[in-house]
């Protein structure tokens, strides 16, 4: 039962080392995304402060701010969408930030064993290779989540701004919305 275990755990190894390279990509990809918006939401700052103090259903949406443009395009848009939409659009991003560490962690527990065995053999050759792919692994995931986090915590922000600028407007195109799931907490204290 023992060896079978983990001889499953060594066929684990190569899908969560392909894993966690694919998600570190994933990481820079949505870094150069974020740094676009960034950039976007910077140049754009006067344009959105005149779409909030003007702004409604039919407006021109402007370049960094999504929930902004989804807003303009969606004349029946109602507070909770929009509060969803935003949540969907940081789902993949939160997702990373908290898979990546396990999977790190796991990356760096399966070579461990074949470690010590070489170790106890007087292989350190060996035991160097094993111990090499544990902590590019473990390395990699952490500073996958690292990028990640910081990314979901920003967004999230801006989300949040967006959103609470909305507000006023849907009231003023007629919706009352019930309490929202941004009332009664502050939008930054919470994780990603």
Do not use: C
Not at 134 to 142: Q, S
Not at 177 to 182: G, I, M, V, Y
Request: hydrophobic content about 50%; proline content about 5%.
């Amino acid at each position: 039962m023992f060896e079978l275990a983990h001889q499953t755990a060594q066929i684990l190894l190569w899908p969560t080392l392909l894993a966690i390279d694919v998600l570190f990509a994933y990481a820079l990809v949505e870094a150069g995304r974020f740094a676009v918006q960034s950039v976007q939401r910077r140049r754009a700052r006067a344009d959105w402060q005149r779409f909030v103090d003007t702004g409604g259903p039919g407006a021109i949406p402007i370049r960094g701010y999504p929930v902004a443009a989804l807003f303009a395009s969606d004349t029946g848009l109602r507070l909770h969408q929009a509060e969803v939409f935003a949540l969907k659009r940081l789902e993949a991003v939160r997702v990373v930030t908290r898979v990546t560490p396990m999977l790190g962690l796991v990356a760096t527990l399966i070579p461990m064993g074949p470690a010590l065995i070489a170790l106890s053999e007087n292989n350190v050759y060996a035991m160097g290779e094993h111990m090499r792919t544990a902590f590019t692994a473990v390395i990699l995931g952490l500073a996958t989540s690292v990028i990640t986090f910081w990314i979901a915590s920003v967004r999230k922000r801006w989300y949040a701004e967006e959103i609470v600028a909305l507000e006023p407007l849907l009231k003023r195109t007629g919706d009352t919305p019930a309490r929202t799931a941004t009332e009664g907490r502050h939008p930054h204290r919470e994780a990603a």
